[in-house]
């Protein structure tokens, strides 16, 4: 009989001790602005995944060194599922520096969440269209000032691969968001800003978007090209994706990669990336995994190239 009592103590210890995990909050953590484009999508990620996961899903904005102090926060935070981490593109380029606090493998890739264009931004009326500005970057070559966010970032190495097939150049402005590039390139003090047609909407009065690189022509935004049908060959997304930390058990991340999954299925979120005219970025967790291998070795091609490393 006494050994029955304990059995069943056990028992319920061991049913309390994973309620009680279940119940503890999520953290998204990411290294945007509270209300940057990154920050906004996780927080409606977010609202969707609670139902999902049946548990509390917050979202703490960690700017910083682009990024990577929400990196270091991760990685102090123990290897239980209840921390995830959400970057970008830009992971596999900027933790290539050699002042980097971290490699891109340090991290275990969970979902990809969403692509985002990139988009070239210039002053309303400053140019007619593409053709005249990549004339530009050919005549006056790094005389043309081109903004965007971090210093070797996928912005930067988006222009890059663009200037290589036009035969031009530019100079790279760094911004510590694409916003504030924007807002630059309307008051006159740049050609131009290379950021996401995501926010678009938000600067279209005073700027115009010369193309994208979207495969075709996005919905919300009809009479804007993309620079694939202008004869530049470059389709590539801005992405949007979650990390966890190296450790943690798989049965966690198959249950965090569900819940995240349902949570993009969701009307609301998929009502969100119409809005923005942006796509759903989900993969496989394998073919994320390959995927930033092979962004990484071009990134590297990109910055070796550009002298950013040797």
């Known amino acids: 009989m ?33 209300g940057a484009p990154q920050d906004v999508m996780l927080r409606i990620l977010a609202e969707e995944m609670q139902k999902a996961l049946g548990q509390p899903v917050i979202v703490e904005p960690r700017p910083g060194a682009e990024g990577q102090i929400a990196m270091t926060a991760l990685k102090q935070a123990p290897a239980d599922g209840n921390t995830i981490f959400s970057d970008g593109t830009g992971i596999t380029s900027i933790l290539q520096m050699p002042d980097a606090l971290h490699k891109w493998t340090d991290f275990e890739p969970l979902y990809r969440l969403q692509l985002d264009p990139f988009a070239l931004y210039v002053q309303r009326g400053k140019y007619a269209d593409l053709k005249s500005f990549l004339s530009d970057m050919r005549i006056r070559a790094a005389d043309v000032r081109v903004g965007g966010y971090a210093v070797n970032g996928p912005f930067r190495i988006t222009l890059m691969m663009i200037a290589r097939q036009v035969k031009g150049d530019f100079t790279w402005i760094p911004f510590d968001s694409g916003a504030r590039a924007i807002t630059a390139v309307m008051g006159g003090h740049m050609e131009g800003a290379l950021s996401n047609i995501s926010v678009y909407s938000s600067f279209r009065e005073k700027t115009a978007v010369l193309a994208h690189t979207a ?3 996005l919905a919300q935004f009809p009479d804007v090209p993309t620079f ?18 190296r450790g943690t058990p798989e049965p966690v991340i198959n249950r965090l990669f569900e819940g995240v999954g349902r949570a993009v299925r969701s009307d609301r979120f998929q009502n969100y990336l119409r809005d923005t005219a942006t796509l759903e970025g ?20 990109m910055l070796r190239a550009s002298g950013a490393i040797k």
């Open 215 to 217: 495969e075709k022509r």
């Open 282 to 301: 989900t993969m496989s967790r394998a073919d994320y995994a390959k995927m930033l291998e092979e962004q990484a070795k071009a990134d590297e091609q």
């Open 2 to 34: 006494n050994r029955l009592v304990r059995v069943l103590l056990m028992l319920v210890l061991v049913s309390g001790a994973a309620i009680a995990l279940a119940q503890a909050p999520v953290r998204i953590i990411h290294g945007s602005n509270a």
């Open 228 to 245: 694939k049908e202008l004869g530049i060959d470059i389709v590539r997304y801005h992405w949007r994706g979650m990390f966890v930390k």
